[in-house]
Structure formats: structure tokens, C-alpha cells
């Protein structure tokens, strides 16, 4: 069975819940307690796909839990060189978060023009359902073309947390970045 | 020496490794495996991506660098987490350097333990953001308690315990005129004009005893007491305010916080209606008075009635031709006196449902007051001497003799029937500016000084007139007629001395009161 790599970005504001998202997709896992990442974090998660000629294949996916942003550190963009797609998280209990959503998505897309992006309004649990549909709406008015979907997540209760990735993966297979893949000569 | 060796034996901070075109590893330090996401494939002729994730994506930017298009490449802070061991922070640079043999350029990756910085940097960046986040929480639950404060219909002002205004919300503004900047500071009575005695003995006794209260839990002093304010542009307004105390962020000092609703609309509908139901009441109690007072003066000529025709009906025949006529003529008197009794009640009616026709015709007052004062006096059969007195020779006006005869024998009736036989009647006419003023005085029983304002009210009587038979709709026919005239009427009177009724009415009327 072949195997191919991918790698994504997690990118968000300081505490939108970037690192609870990878600890519940990879780890199965969840903690209330905050530990802010500094610099950045690779995780491995292995997928099994069907290619198109209904083979087998594993992905290997590589996430980038990169240290979230303040207002006195910005996202590095070394760190999403050669990233296939990135999950842009925000905290909907944090208007402002939510505000600096573009700002990442730009970030992201100036690095890696074809790279495929899902949104992830992330601690769902917090906010009433009906509050949550004004909020998620206000932001769909001004979302960008390359934004493939928008995700109402909790890593808390792991709502839609493996749907995002997967999603992610599903498209970013289905572009099929293989020079991304394949190993290049020098 | 233990901190030498342990220098001497520690861990080099620095390891390096070479790889070739295909990105794979041609040369490592000795502890290069350290650094390895995977250690075992961090060995000669595996490919880097294998054990170093993280060069995964960069393959463009790796050759770039080995083809002198690019000088450098640096990732900082990448983390190896284990399970046993605590983390490891690593930069890693990557430069190219030229191969002797090959004539082309060797890339060679240096890797820096930085572990102590970054362990170091991750407790600042874990206390700065723990701080934001409080803070981003204080501001959002700030934003919407004073949302909240700003969405309500009441009044919120909080002072400090001597009353000076620390806060208002956006109703408050609203209602009395003033922005928060110009209370703030200033003493709650600049809008506050006259505390209830109950608010005030409530805050007194709070001054006096903060300690009998709980102030961590805040006590409410006073509930839906109203007070009177006003508002910048000086309207009067009713508050009716509640206040607790509250705990401010210094121990042991309180604040006052009031709420409000204004009651202003409320109150003055409320006095209306009360005003309404007394009035209701009292009109009430007037026409049940009326309706008795009716039925007796229909019950006495009517018993009369039934007495003459039944003596006509069973004597007839053994009575005089001249019994006959004076029972007959009972009939008759008593009659026309119930038909007097039913004009009233019907003049009063049409007058309160403004439909008395007003005529006025040219009339020569004098002769007109003379010949009515006669005919009264002969009609009261003499009982009172009545003095009439005009100093003009004629006085011609435009009145309408029909309703003038309504209240000049309505006025000398009363004057007849109000005072003792014997006494006298003045009916003076006087003439003065264009109005004719006729001045009807009595020497009788007075009226007491309560009734005179309600003299004219449909139904009223007042209080002393005994047994003395009447409708109480005379002087409110009375009134209604002049005032068809455009005229007034007054009355000046004293218990026992006698009474003065004063009428004045334009001698030639206004073309557009005609009707």
C-alpha cells in the first residue's frame, strides 16, 4: 500500500482551541486546562483513503500546531511553507477572533496561493444554538472564495471536529498537490 | 566539580547534518539523533523528511538554497514532545556550503537546542495570555452588563452614600434631559427635588448603622417609593424610585443604587379618575335626591288631584255650584304647577344638551322687569312687598323674552319663596357700558357660604332650605340662560341677611350668538 504525506496548518488567534482540535482528532483526548504553544508542534495522524482507482492508500497527515496570535507576535510564514490546507480557528465566545479570521486566511493564501481552507468556529459548547446562528452568519457574509466550509466545532465534545479534517483531507487528495508528495531531485 | 562534569558530559546544545540532491542524510554529528522526530531514521542515506518532519513542504525552498537562488532557511521553536521526557525546542538553520569533490553545494542543517528559552518564553506567553483572556472576558462581561443597564425601560443611578452621582444609564439621560457627563459628581438632588419622608428616613437610618446591614449582600433600603423630580428643561416629574446598597470594589464602602419608573402619567390618570368617580358619586347622589324630591312634588298634587275629582265624583251632586268650581280650580293650579315642574326638568335637559333655541328680539327692558315684578307679586298673592327701581326712562335692547322671563321669575320666585312674608324684594335694573344689570335682592334665610359655588349645579340645593319645596334646577335654568345672552350671573349672600343675585347681560347681542 502506498503512502503519501500532507501537511496542514492550524492557524487562530492565542487560545481559540488549536491545540484541543489536533489533541481530539489524533489523540482521542480532551483537557479543560489552557497551555499556550510557543513556536510550533508537528503531529502525525495516518488515514486510510481509496485513490482513484480504488486502491488503497495511506495518508500521512503532518499538523502544524503553530503558537497562536497575539498582539505582540504574529504567525511566522515559514512555518505554512508547502502546506496543503490549513483549519483557521476561531473562538466564538471571541468576537474578536472571529475578526481576525480574514486576516489569517490571507495570511495562509499569500504563502500558499491553492492551498485549500476550512474555518473552524471552535467552543461551540460555550454559546446557545441561537446565538451562534447570528454569529456564524455574520462572518459567512464576508467570506473569501477559497474557504471550502465552515465548521461549528468543540473539541470539547468533539462536534464536527473529525468531519473538518476530514473534509479537509478528502479535498486536498482530491486536488492532489503531488508535487507537494513526491520527492523532488536536487 | 559536580557542575564541570556535568557541563563536560552534558549534551552538545549544537548538532548538524548534510544531505544530498535526493534529500537524503550523507553525514550527522554523533548526538544528531536528539533531535529526530523519529531517531532511527535520523541515519546516513535515509531520506531527512523521515525522521525531521518538519522539512516536509520545504523540498522548493531546499534546493533553492543549494542553487545559491537563496541564502538561508530558519524554523524556530519546533517541539519534540515524548511521552517519558519533558519537551525539546529546537531552531533549526539551514545553509549551503560548497562540496570540494562535487564542485556543487552541500546543504548543511544545524539544529540548536533551545529548550531553556522556549520553556522560559512559553510561562511569559502562558501568563500574557491567560491575562488577555481575562481580560477580554472582564470587557465582554462589562459590554453586556452595560448593555443591559442602557436596555432598560427604568432609571438606574448609583451615588455615593452622601448622594453624589457616580453612574446613570441611557433611560435616565433620556428622561431627564441631562448627558452622563453633566450628573456625574453632582448631588442627586440637582434632579431629585423632594425625597418621600419614608426614602429619606430609609437612607438616614442606613447612614447612621452601615454595620447593622450586610453589605456584601447589599440590603434594599426602600421599594417603589414616588419622588419628585425634574428634569433639565424644569418639567416636574414622579419617580418612583427603589434603593439597595451595593459593595463598590473598595472593602467596606457602599454605594446607593436606585432604580425607577416614571409614575408622572400614571399618578395624574389615577387623580382623574379619581376626580371622575367623586364626580360620578356626587351626581349620583344628586339624582337620586332629584328623584326623590321629584316624586314628593309629584305625590302631593297628585293626591290633591285625586282628592278634588273624588269629592267632585262622589258629592258632586250636594255641592255648590261655587265648591264645584273652587275644586275644579284646585285641579287646575296644581296641574299648571306640575307643568311648570316638567318644563324645568325639560329646559333642563335641552339646556344640558345644547338645544335651547336663543331668539332675540328688540325689547324695552324697563317696561318688560316692571311688568313681570307685578305680575310675581300678584301671583304670590302679595305676600312680600316688592320694590322695583330704574333710573332710566326706557332701556332698549335685543334680548330673548322668552328665556329673560325664564330667569328674572326664576330669580324673584326664589327671592318670594326664600324669605319670610312681609319682607321686601328689590328688583333693580341698571344700565351701565352696554349692559344691562338686573339686581335681585331679598331680606331672607341666606345661602351658607359651602353652597354658593355649587349653586348653579343641576340638582343642588342648599343646605338650609328646610321644607321650602323645590327642584334645585331653577338657578341652573337660570344660568344656562344667560349664559345664551353672553352674560354672568352672580350671587353675594349671608346666612339670615338676605341674598343678592347679580345678572349682567350685553344690552344689544353679538350677531354670530344668534341662532
Known sequence: ?186 | MNSLLKKIFAPRRMEYLTIDRNFKITDTSDGLKRFADKPEEAVVGKEITLGFPEFFGIEDILVAIQQGRQADFHLKGIARYSETESPLYIDINIIAYPDGENLENRLFIFFEDVTEKLLLEQALVQKSNEANLLLSSLSAAKDYIDKIINSMVEVLLVTTLSGKIKKINQAAENLFGYSEAELLGQPITKIVTEWASEALRARQRYRQSPANHQPSLGCELFKDVEVNCQTKAGKKITIAFSCSTISTDIEDLQNFVYVGRDTTERRRTQEELIKTLEQEKELRKLKSRFISIASHEFRTPLAMILLSSDILKQYGHKLSEDKKSKQLDKIKVTVSNMTRLLDDILTINQTEAMQVSFNPVPIELKKFCQELAEEIELATNKTHDFVFQCQESEVSAEMDEKLLRQIVTNLLSNAVKYSSPGSTVYFDLLVKKGWAIFKIRDQGIGIPQPDQGRLFETFHRASNVGNVSGTGLGLAITKGAVELHSGTIAVESEEGQGTTFTVCVPIVQPKELTT
Not at chain 1, 473538518?164 to 478528502?170: D, G, H
Open chain 1, 1 to 186: 500500500m502506498s503512502t503519501i504525506s500532507k501537511k496542514i496548518c492550524l492557524i487562530g488567534d492565542f487560545g481559540v482551541g488549536k491545540t484541543s482540535l489536533i489533541r481530539r482528532f489524533v489523540e482521542r483526548q480532551f483537557s479543560d486546562r489552557y497551555l499556550s504553544t510557543v513556536g510550533v508542534k508537528i503531529s502525525r495522524k495516518t488515514i486510510e483513503l481509496l485513490n482513484n482507482q480504488a486502491e488503497k492508500l495511506n495518508l500521512q497527515l503532518l499538523i502544524w500546531d503553530l503558537e497562536g496570535h497575539t498582539k505582540f507576535k504574529s504567525i511566522a510564514p515559514t512555518y505554512l511553507q508547502g502546506a496543503s490546507g490549513a483549519a483557521i480557528v476561531a473562538d466564538v465566545s471571541r468576537p474578536e477572533t472571529i475578526e481576525r479570521l480574514t486576516e489569517h486566511i490571507n495570511l495562509f493564501l499569500s504563502v500558499n496561493k491553492k492551498g485549500i481552507i476550512v474555518v473552524a468556529f471552535n467552543k461551540v459548547d460555550l454559546i446557545a444554538k441561537e446565538d451562534l446562528a447570528q454569529i456564524v452568519e455574520g462572518f459567512q457574509a464576508k467570506a473569501i472564495a477559497q474557504v471550502l466550509a465552515i465548521y461549528q466545532t468543540s473539541a470539547k465534545t468533539s462536534l464536527s471536529v473529525d468531519e473538518m479534517f476530514q473534509t479537509l483531507v478528502n479535498k486536498i487528495v482530491e486536488t492532489g498537490n503531488k508535487e507537494q508528495s513526491s520527492v523532488r531531485e536536487l
